[in-house]
């Protein structure tokens, strides 16, 4: 990778990192708890445009995590919950329409125990998987679209040639 590449590939991780960060704080009200839209989600479709969305979506929910007073359960698997969501999102780029399904299955799946074992929550684990997995469709799937080929359309300019 040529040295121009590696510092665009920084700079796009720490911006998608920083935008996510900015979002959990702006919408803090819906991006935690048992029902939640977590708008930064959205983000979650950049893989789309490129790798270095990963890094920066998984950097990104670490640290909206840890200054967000997160416990350390929702720090190491909330975090592992994006990362696998980016990865799959990466996989699946080839079809646009399938791009959010890996965050919303990692979250509906992996945030529940969270909130179970990190949280105490009392509610039960199959009510916790409809809701965040009802919250992570909507966010994914209607903004995290809308982002797509909102972007799309200039994905050259600010993603590059990837």
Do not use: H
Not at 6 to 34: D, P
Not at 149 to 156: S, V, W
């Amino acid at each position: 990778m040529k040295k121009k590449d590696k510092v665009r590939y920084i700079t796009q991780a720490a911006m998608i990192a920083a935008i996510y960060v900015v979002l959990v704080f702006v919408f803090n009200y819906w991006s935690f708890g048992v029902v939640q839209f977590r708008i930064a989600e959205a983000l979650t479709v950049l893989p789309y445009f490129t790798s270095a969305a990963i890094p920066g979506l998984f950097a990104g929910c670490i640290l909206a995590n840890v200054t967000g007073g997160a416990v350390l359960a929702d720090i190491v698997f909330g975090s592992m919950a994006t990362l696998i969501g980016a990865i799959g999102s990466r996989l699946l780029k080839r079809w646009k329409w399938a791009v959010p399904i890996p965050p919303i299955l990692a979250n509906t799946v992996i945030v529940p125990f969270v909130l179970k074992f990190g949280y105490g929550a009392p509610e039960g684990i199959p009510y916790m998987m409809a809701t965040v997995g009802l919250g992570e469709i909507i966010v994914c799937y209607g903004c995290g679209m809308i982002l797509l080929f909102a972007l799309n359309r200039y994905r050259r300019v600010i993603f590059g040639n990837e």
